[in-house]
């Protein structure tokens, strides 16, 4: 039984949150927590807004909501800023993403414009189908990494900001491996001096933000702060940081399917998913260097939920395919079809079909609220490193080296209340409720 807890510093003063990429996903976010604070909208998905957490035996039926039960900053202590290579603001970016309907955007058309990009770190050589000119230049690397501190140093001292946390949802980069210069942080910040093309954008923005100390999610899979240098960094400094790519739509549903399916220990035989999708992130994963980012973090949740070697007779040599077709018409209203082979008793031959018309931002917001406030929990509990309790927010979570990731929504939903519970010096909850029976 802990009884004790954590020491947790109060979240007293505003947090600022630090946006790269001000595309469909940022200003879903940053419009929809800006409606729930005037009281036009419910934050609908958010277990920060909504959730709640059992504590004790069942028969004590305490379950606090979870924002009343660990202390997490309020909305209305939020303040936004961001980069994009466009110059539009968040009003503009959002009425050209075209996820919100038009009267929810002009009810939040002020809070929104004052949100302005800062010129982004950018070259498309790592985001091959975009081109923008909101952008900035220096010497090298390094001195783009102080160009970004220099403007998170000063939207702290304009908003007079007590903490900040930096989430990126900017566009995926394409497909890169741990190289030399991830190797330590010593040769990454020579590599940063030197222009090395192993350092992509993503990268410099989350060096500045764990340089000065302030926690970095990763909302896409690019590689990203999953490297031994920036970890070294963030370690090095007292910073969390989690990762990688939002779980949402089919990559979601995936991983809410599978458990059950191995629960039952049903076999698999094959498992096709493709999707039509139109926004700019569609248009960006149609590149084949981005998509194969994407589609590493995408495959790899069934192999690590079905254990194949654990169950070669259910699970030996599934297919498993994953499309993403960029398809304008349908905008963020993306398109999912999963068909799935299964096989039961005796081995005979099952299909389950899914559709899946989900809306890619809608379900993506949520989770930068929360994952953004739970950093921000996090950092002030004294957790510095690899979150692995937000791995319920990622389809390709980060791990400690020696471990291999958990995929199973359920079980990461367990480890996060259960993180809460042991910050707070709750039981853990183990469900055997043998006593009962007593
Ligand atoms: N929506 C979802 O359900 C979901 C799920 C998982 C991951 N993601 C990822 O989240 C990210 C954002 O998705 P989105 O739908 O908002 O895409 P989007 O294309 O609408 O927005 C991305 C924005 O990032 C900007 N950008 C690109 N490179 C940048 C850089 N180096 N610095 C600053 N800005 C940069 C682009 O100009 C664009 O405005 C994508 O990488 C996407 O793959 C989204």
Same mark, same amino acid.
């Given at each position: 039984?802990?009884?004790?807890?954590?020491?947790?510093?109060?979240?007293?003063?505003k947090l600022g949150v630090l946006l790269p990429g001000l595309g469909a996903v940022s200003t879903t976010f940053i419009?929809?927590?800006?409606?729930?604070?005037?009281?036009?909208?419910?934050?609908?998905?958010?277990?920060?807004?909504?959730?709640?957490?059992?504590?004790? *035996?069942?028969?004590?039926h305490r379950? +606090?909501? =979870?924002?009343?039960?660990?202390?997490? /900053?309020?909305?209305?202590?939020?303040v936004f800023g961001g980069w994009d290579i466009f110059q539009d603001n968040c009003y503009e970016a959002a009425v050209h993403a075209g996820v919100l309907e038009k009267p929810l955007v002009e009810a939040v058309r002020p809070e929104l414009e004052a949100v302005k990009p800062w010129p982004a770190v950018f070259d498309s050589y790592y985001v091959k189908r975009l081109q923008g000119n909101h952008v900035k230049t220096g010497k090298n690397k390094m001195d783009l990494a102080e160009?970004?501190?220099?403007?998170?140093?000063?939207?702290?001292?304009?908003?007079?900001?007590?903490?900040?946390v930096m989430i990126w949802c900017g566009s995926t980069e394409i497909f890169?491996?741990?190289?030399?210069?991830?190797?330590?942080?010593?040769?990454?910040? *020579?590599?940063?001096?030197?222009?090395? +093309?192993? =350092?992509?954008?993503?990268?410099?923005? /989350?060096?500045?933000?764990?340089?000065?100390g302030i926690p970095f999610a990763n909302g896409a899979p690019n590689l990203t702060v999953d490297i031994p240098a920036l970890l070294e960094l963030a370690n090095k400094n007292g910073v969390p940081v989690c990762g990688k790519d939002y779980k949402t739509g089919q990559t979601l549903l995936k991983t809410l399917l599978a458990p059950g399916l191995k629960a039952r220990l049903l076999g698999l035989?094959?498992?096709?998913?493709?999707?039509?999708?139109?926004?700019?992130?569609g248009e960006v994963l149609d590149d084949p260097e981005s998509f194969k980012t994407k589609e590493e973090s995408k495959l790899s949740v069934l192999e690590y939920i079905l254990q194949p070697h654990l169950y070669p007779t259910l699970y030996n040599n599934f297919y498993h395919k994953v499309r993403i077709n960029y398809y304008p018409p349908r905008g963020d209203n993306k398109e999912g079809w999963d068909n799935i082979d299964i096989f039961g008793w005796l081995g005979y031959p099952m299909q389950i079909k899914i559709d899946f018309l989900c809306r890619d931002s809608i379900l993506a917001a949520p989770l930068v609220l929360d994952i953004v406030l739970f950093l921000d929990l996090a950092q002030r509990c004294g957790m510095r490193g690899i979150q692995e309790w937000l791995s319920f927010y990622f389809k390709s979570p980060m791990y400690a080296p020696e471990l291999y990731p958990e995929h199973d929504l359920f079980i990461q939903l367990m480890k996060l209340k259960n993180t809460l519970r042991y910050l707070r010096g709750e039981e853990l909850i183990t469900h055997l409720g043998l006593e009962y029976y007593d």
């Open positions: 039984m802990l009884k004790k807890g954590i020491q947790i510093k109060p979240a007293e003063g419009a929809g927590v800006e409606a729930v604070k005037k009281g036009l909208a419910s934050p609908i998905g958010s277990l920060t807004q909504m959730g709640t957490i059992r504590l004790g *035996k069942r028969t004590e379950v +606090p909501l =979870i924002r009343e039960f660990v202390p997490l /900053a309020d909305l209305t202590d939020l160009q970004i501190k220099a403007d998170i140093l000063a939207f702290k001292k304009v908003n007079s900001l007590s903490r900040l890169m491996q741990p190289g030399a210069a991830h190797q330590s942080l010593a040769a990454f910040e *020579k590599a940063l001096r030197a222009d090395d +093309p192993e =350092i992509a954008p993503s990268m410099i923005y /989350a060096y500045a933000a764990l340089a000065l035989s094959g498992w096709f998913s493709t999707n039509i999708l139109g926004n700019r992130d």
